[in-house]
């Protein structure tokens, strides 16, 4: 299938595997839609990944050519490494599938219902993306609310319990190089911790060194139906 200006075909079909998911989990961390100025209707696909993360790189090209038949191109920007997919069918899907700019991404409201094990492939690829780990936790951040709370609700289909912390946007400014950039959007890091890091470590296949030993205190229960976590604080406010 192809658009009628276009000498790019992909297939009509694509099953939904791990491994795509994968891909898509890639795209949600690190991925956007570039569309040229001169040429509106000419869309590319555009991975960035950390210079050191090689494996990552050739994983998302690999994928990227046995789902779609097509070749990548690579560019250096000097502090990053970007995967091009010149393809305005396979952009068009990407957008329609996970929406249009980092605060807009969101997970298709159906996959919430796919199988566990094919989940896993879109947390890997996200994790591997925009996951780090501090001492006793597993992060995933974004800057879109909807994609933080629908990852919230994965971790909850698992049986884990995972806490939110909205970081005000313009609060921590970052530095590349010699420049000072101020966030546009406010960031939301979710965070999964205690029992729940180690079972999503080892679901995820130990993407980090175990800390055994440290995960003796959790303070909320998973019942056959819901997550229960004790009451921290109570205050009021005013209604109007």
Same mark, same amino acid.
């Given at each position: 299938?192809?658009?009628s200006n276009?000498?790019?075909?992909?297939?009509?079909?694509?099953?939904?595997?791990?491994d795509? %998911?994968? %891909?898509f *989990?890639?795209f949600?961390?690190?991925?956007?839609?570039?569309s040229?100025r001169t040429?509106?209707?000419?869309?590319?696909v555009v991975?960035?990944f950390?210079?050191?993360?090689?494996?990552?790189i050739e994983?998302?090209?690999?994928l990227v050519?046995s789902?779609?038949?097509?070749?990548?191109?690579?560019s250096?920007?000097g !502090?990053?490494i970007?995967?091009?997919?010149?393809?305005a069918?396979?952009?068009d899907l990407?957008?329609?599938l996970? *929406?249009? *700019?980092?605060?807009?991404?969101?997970?298709?409201w159906?996959?919430?219902?796919?199988?566990?094990e094919?989940?896993v #492939?879109? %947390?890997? #690829?996200?994790l591997?993306g925009? #996951?780090?780990?501090?001492p006793?936790r597993?992060c995933?951040? !974004?800057?879109?609310?909807?994609?933080? $709370?629908?990852?919230q609700?994965?971790?909850n289909?698992?049986g884990?319990?995972?806490?939110?912390?909205?970081?005000?946007? #313009?609060?921590?400014?970052? !530095?590349? *190089?010699?420049r !000072?950039?101020?966030?546009l959007?406010?960031?939301?890091?979710?965070?999964v911790?205690?029992?729940?890091?180690?079972?999503?470590? $080892?679901?995820?296949g130990?993407?980090?060194?175990?800390e055994?030993?440290?995960s003796r205190?959790?303070r909320?229960m998973?019942?056959?139906r819901?997550i %229960?976590v004790?009451i921290?604080t109570?205050?009021?406010?005013?209604?109007?």
């Amino acid at each position: 299938m192809r658009y009628s200006n276009s000498k790019h075909r992909v297939p009509r079909k694509l099953p939904l595997t791990e491994d795509l %998911l994968r %891909l898509f *989990g890639y795209f949600l961390a690190e991925g956007h839609v570039a569309s040229s100025r001169t040429r509106p209707h000419s869309k590319t696909v555009v991975f960035t990944f950390n210079r050191k993360e090689k494996m990552y790189i050739e994983d998302v090209r690999k994928l990227v050519k046995s789902y779609f038949a097509l070749d990548t191109a690579l560019s250096d920007t000097g !502090t990053a490494i970007q995967i091009s997919v010149y393809s305005a069918i396979v952009a068009d899907l990407f957008e329609r599938l996970f *929406g249009s *700019g980092a605060s807009r991404k969101h997970l298709p409201w159906s996959w919430l219902y796919l199988p566990q094990e094919k989940q896993v #492939g879109v %947390l890997l #690829g996200y994790l591997r993306g925009d #996951g780090y780990k501090i001492p006793k936790r597993i992060c995933f951040n !974004t800057v879109s609310r909807i994609l933080a $709370e629908q990852l919230q609700m994965l971790f909850n289909r698992f049986g884990m319990y995972s806490s939110l912390q909205i970081t005000p946007q #313009g609060k921590y400014p970052s !530095t590349i *190089g010699s420049r !000072t950039f101020e966030a546009l959007h406010d960031r939301y890091d979710v965070w999964v911790f205690g029992k729940a890091r180690d079972q999503l470590n $080892e679901l995820l296949g130990h993407q980090f060194p175990d800390e055994r030993g440290s995960s003796r205190r959790q303070r909320w229960m998973k019942t056959n139906r819901f997550i %229960l976590v004790p009451i921290t604080t109570v205050s009021q406010k005013p209604y109007r």
